[in-house]
């Protein structure tokens, strides 16, 4: 087994090829991902594991690393995801504009609200800027950047009062969902489709969780077994709802009605709680990977998958980056192509290739780098988007 191996990042790096996946509309392979067989989706884990890795890195390798040095890096790692947050925003809109002048047709340029930056321009690329304008399917970086900028907050409440962590962002979730507060976007009126305000409490409890020794994160393991009990039919439950569309009727629910909605914007309640019973139940798949990875027979297939799948989680914003530009061209070629079985294998075997090439290029380049070996470099425990 790979030496770097380890459940975090092997799972990091299903969500990031399942993202890619659910991003290309009508694919045949997405009608398999995890969005169609539950309320959560990978949107969901990618911010909880975000919020994992935040106390790896804020903990070290022994003793917890000063705050100052935490705040500093998380700052800095906020500035790194909004750098590459208006790259491949600027390449996607690039992207669109050589196909629409290659195709000529001028519909692609109103594709995933792009319309704003052709036909309006100068308000538009401030609201680019300021992240208050963004393009479908290009919106989960920003809410990565403004949860890096929350992040400080919580590891200090973390630091001085741990008690008091999830009950504060506890509150300020129950306060957003009650008022239906978020963040507006700018200079076409709305708001953002991930709202950080409420989706910070799931990347809370990714950080909680992960504290093995105190609060819920040692009561879980404590009581792990009682948890996938409980979580069982709750995933079925969720299974059932997706794949029978049992949604309930949003004018049938009382009000506040965000308490009771399976809504993604808001990461309302059902799907936390739908998601983190995925997350008992799943929890104990990794060691049976693990295992089957050291067997003659399985050896082969299972190492690869998980040595593949890790290493795109360890450079998940390189990859994540690459993705999100591969997901929008393999829309362009199912536009022209019309989509087929073939042609979808062929997006798909081509879009994994690219991406895996691209975290073996970013796990060359970090084994060049002075403690790069590290299992808690920067690039392995910081919370990537």
Same mark, same amino acid.
């Not at 909880?48 to 705050?67: V, Y």
């Given at each position: 087994m790979a030496r770097t191996a380890n459940a975090v990042d092997f799972w990091r790096g299903f969500a990031l090829i399942t993202i890619f996946i659910d991003h290309i509309p009508g694919l045949f392979y997405a009608s398999y991902t995890l969005i169609n067989f539950s309320i959560s989706d990978a949107a969901d884990l990618f911010?909880?594991?975000?919020?994992?890795?935040?106390?790896?890195?804020?903990?070290?390798?022994?003793?917890?690393?000063?705050?100052?040095?935490?705040?500093?890096?998380?700052?800095?790692?906020?500035?790194?995801?909004y750098a590459a947050q208006i790259l491949i925003t600027m390449l996607a809109i690039a992207l669109l504009a050589v196909t629409a002048i290659e195709l000529d047709n001028p519909l692609l340029l109103q594709w995933h609200n792009a319309d704003a930056v052709f036909n309006d321009p100068v308000p538009t690329l401030i609201g680019l800027a300021l992240l208050t304008h963004q393009l479908g399917y290009f919106d989960i970086l920003p809410l990565y950047v403004v949860?890096?900028?929350?992040?400080?907050? #919580?590891?200090?409440?973390? $630091?001085?009062?741990?008690? /008091?962590? @999830?009950?504060?962002? %506890?509150?300020?979730y129950?306060?957003? +969902?009650?008022?239906?507060?978020?963040?507006?976007?700018?200079?076409?009126?709305g708001t953002w489709f991930f709202n950080p305000l409420a989706w910070q409490f799931i990347f809370?409890?990714?950080?909680?969780?992960?504290?093995?020794?105190?609060?819920?994160?040692?009561?879980?393991?404590?009581?792990?077994?009682?948890l996938r009990l409980i979580g069982v039919p709750i995933v079925i439950a969720g299974?059932?709802?997706?794949?029978?569309?049992?949604?309930?009727?949003p004018t049938g629910v009382p009000s506040p009605k965000l308490f009771f909605l399976a809504d993604k914007? #808001?990461?309302?309640?059902? $799907?936390?709680?739908?998601? /983190?019973? @995925?997350?008992?139940? %799943?929890?104990?798949?990794?060691?049976? +990977?693990?295992?089957?990875?050291?067997?003659?027979?399985?050896?082969?297939?299972?190492?690869?998958?998980?040595?593949?799948?890790?290493?795109?989680?360890?450079?998940?914003?390189?990859v994540f980056c690459v993705g999100s530009l591969l997901s929008l061209s393999a829309q362009v070629v199912r536009l022209v192509y019309h989509g087929s079985f073939?042609?979808?294998?062929?997006?798909?075997?081509?879009?994994?290739?690219?991406?895996?090439?691209?975290?073996?290029?970013?796990?060359?380049?970090?084994?060049?780098?002075?403690?790069?070996?590290?299992?808690?470099?920067?690039?392995?425990?910081?919370?990537?988007?």
């Open positions: 911010v909880f594991l975000a919020g994992w890795s935040l106390r790896l890195m804020a903990q070290g390798r022994g003793e917890p690393k000063p705050i100052g040095q935490v705040m500093l890096r998380l700052f800095g790692r906020a500035l790194q995801i949860l890096m900028l929350m992040a400080p907050f #919580f590891a200090l409440i973390d $630091r001085v009062a741990k008690p /008091l962590l @999830l009950p504060v962002s %506890f509150t300020l129950v306060f957003v +969902l009650a008022f239906r507060l978020t963040l507006p976007t700018w200079p076409v009126a809370v409890l990714g950080f909680a969780l992960a504290d093995g020794e105190n609060g819920v994160g040692a009561f879980a393991r404590k009581h792990i077994g009682i299974i059932l709802i997706a794949r029978l569309d049992l949604w309930p009727d914007t #808001f990461n309302t309640p059902v $799907r936390i709680i739908q998601f /983190l019973s @995925l997350v008992a139940v %799943f929890s104990a798949a990794w060691p049976y +990977l693990t295992r089957a990875a050291k067997r003659p027979l399985l050896r082969a297939p299972f190492r690869g998958l998980i040595e593949l799948l890790s290493m795109l989680g360890r450079h998940s914003l390189y073939a042609s979808d294998t062929l997006v798909v075997s081509v879009g994994i290739f690219v991406m895996a090439l691209t975290a073996w290029f970013a796990e060359a380049r970090s084994r060049g780098r002075p403690g790069s070996a590290a299992s808690l470099s920067p690039e392995r425990s910081s919370p990537q988007a």
